[in-house]
């Protein structure tokens, strides 16, 4: 188990407000010491700021604003940082202006396309894809996809990115956590599916208590306050750390007949045990970084819709995705709105970061040369919403499902 990022959260402003940003990197490099004091590997430390749509007056600033977060965060050894979602209610120019610091990579963002009150809009799925195809193309070898999520139901404070955004006016934090090798190490040899959950459980809670300990030391020390752990099972692109392997071990590997049931356990034991929430804490289910599902997606036993099939009862959604370079508006936009309407009718947050991938098409070879991405092909995408009342910019309103 490692900790893929501490994430410390603070208002935005435009001009960038650099104390604020120094005050952070002080407070990250304090945290990133006191858990290696701890024994634990910290890869990542990262800021993400109140959705920038709020604080940023003119779309058109967006460029400026970007690259000066990213000169102030790489000064003050951060390694990423995050502008918040474009939400329902903004200006979608703010989504076009998107494309340019994401193709660069300066910074990570998001466009929420279902917010936390039922409302699911088609228009921003639609302007999400178009994102998505230019973000694709500026980059030219799609990569600049990392960067972007399109957010369904998410509250702020979710400590992985690009999920995250900050809430309230004083600076706070949490961590994501690495930890696929836990649900590994669980499901290793285990007699029964109960033996494998209960093994899982008792990892979470008792390494959820020790980073948890080490937190609130930091928030009583340095007046930071502490929101939480997001424990979802988030892989490496090694067998031995991934989510993939885990299901295998179980029985059912990702993408085959009973797939869902494991995951479903798993998920289970996750949700079941205690310690401070933020965030997700389900199963992340990334194609690209997990070596397991890479291989399932390489062999053409893993498709797109067993991933949405999974996030319907453990997941955080579709993520890292390599997808055909010519998939169309229509055919992102409909991944995506079948995203929201699963967030919304399961009463979870889910995120999709597709990546379509400039002159490549389904089954040729994806490989980049980044120490978080396994090699694996690509996905295969159908049709999208081209025709009829789905294929317009309204927003649906959708409850979540209550029986009787």
Known sequence: ????????????????????????????????????????????????????????????????????????????????????????????????????????????????????????????????????????????????????????????????????????????????????????????????????????????ERAGAQLA????????????RFVGLDFSLAPYPEEARSLGTALALLGAPAGAEGGVLAAALLADAVQGARFPRAGFSGLMLPVLEDAGLAARAGEGALRVHDLLLMSAVCGTGLDTIPLPGDASVDALAGVLADVGALALRSGKPLTARLMPLPGKQAGDPVTFDFPYFANSRVMALGDGLSQGPLATEETVTLARYQRG
């Open 213 to 224: 300990d080490v937190a609130q030391g930091l928030e009583a020390a340095l007046a930071v």
């Open 1 to 204: 188990m490692q900790i893929r990022a501490i994430t410390a959260f603070m208002p935005g402003s435009y001009p960038v407000d650099e104390g604020a940003v120094t005050g952070a990197a002080a407070f990250l490099r304090a945290a990133r010491t006191a858990y290696e004091r701890h024994g634990y590997t910290v890869q990542t430390v990262r800021l993400a700021t109140t959705p920038f749509p709020a604080y940023l007056p003119d779309p058109a600033a967006l460029p400026e604003l970007a690259a000066r977060l990213a000169a102030l965060a790489k000064a003050g050894a951060i390694d990423y940082v995050a502008l918040g979602p474009v939400r329902l209610g903004d200006d979608p120019a703010y989504i076009d202006a998107l494309a340019g610091p994401l193709a660069a990579g300066q910074a990570f963002a998001s466009v929420e396309i279902a917010d936390c009150h039922g409302h699911l809009s088609l228009g921003a799925s639609r302007r999400a894809a178009a994102l998505i195809r230019a973000v694709a193309e500026q980059s030219g070898d799609g990569f600049g996809n990392l960067y972007l999520a399109a957010l369904a139901n998410c509250a702020p404070e979710t400590p992985f990115f690009p999920a995250s955004y900050a809430a309230g006016p004083e600076p706070h934090f949490a961590l994501a956590v690495e930890c696929a090798d836990l649900a590994v190490a669980a499901c290793r040899d285990a007699r029964t599916p109960a033996q494998a959950a209960a093994r899982l459980h008792e990892a979470i």
